[in-house]
């Protein structure tokens, strides 16, 4: 049975991830988004949050489970006897600092964690949970970006914000 993770912060998650989650999980038995649980970074989403969004985007794909981790990605992949993590490539910038977890991770895992990238599909490769944040911050209309539900959430935050 082919299993992988695919790891990532996903505050929140966007149109971009979900590309990458559906077709990852047309190559796998078994996908496990997994939200990592970060609390140095200023994540505007709880990961209980971000968890709910990728449920909820993910519901009709049975193959798909949502779960979290805190630490290394390489103790999460021990527990849960992974060997492969998957992750989205938008262009070149990204590839630098992929390649160092890449290795990073392999070098922990005495190369028994690898990673697969899938380039982000053209439509999306201008996406960024980042950028999403700040056009919505500035009330812009991201709903190219990210499903209507994550939309309205990310423009509740921001009006609590803004009052
Ligand atoms: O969505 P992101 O923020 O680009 O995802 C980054 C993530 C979560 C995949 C990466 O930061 C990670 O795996 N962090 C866990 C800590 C770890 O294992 N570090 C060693 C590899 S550098």
């Known amino acids: 049975m082919k299993r992988a993770v695919y790891p990532g912060s996903f505050d929140p998650m966007t149109y971009g991830h979900l590309d990458i989650i559906r077709r990852s999980a047309e190559m796998f038995d078994e996908l496990i988004v997994a939200v990592l649980v970060n609390n140095e970074k200023n994540a505007l989403f709880s990961v209980e949050e ?49 390649l160092q977890m890449s290795q990073t991770n392999r070098m922990l895992s005495d190369g028994k964690l690898d990673t697969i990238y899938l380039n982000t599909s053209l439509q999306y490769s201008y996406l960024s949970s980042s950028s999403v944040k700040e056009i919505a911050a500035f009330g812009g209309d991201v709903s190219n970006c990210v499903p209507d539900y994550v939309a309205a959430l990310l423009q509740e935050k921001f009006a609590g914000r803004r009052k």
């Open 50 to 98: 971000r968890v709910k969004i990728l449920q909820k985007a993910t519901e009709g794909m049975a193959n798909v489970t949502v779960d979290s981790f805190s630490g290394l990605l390489i103790n999460y992949a021990v527990e849960k006897n992974l060997h492969v993590a998957v992750r989205g490539l938008r262009a070149i910038t990204d590839f630098e600092y992929e």
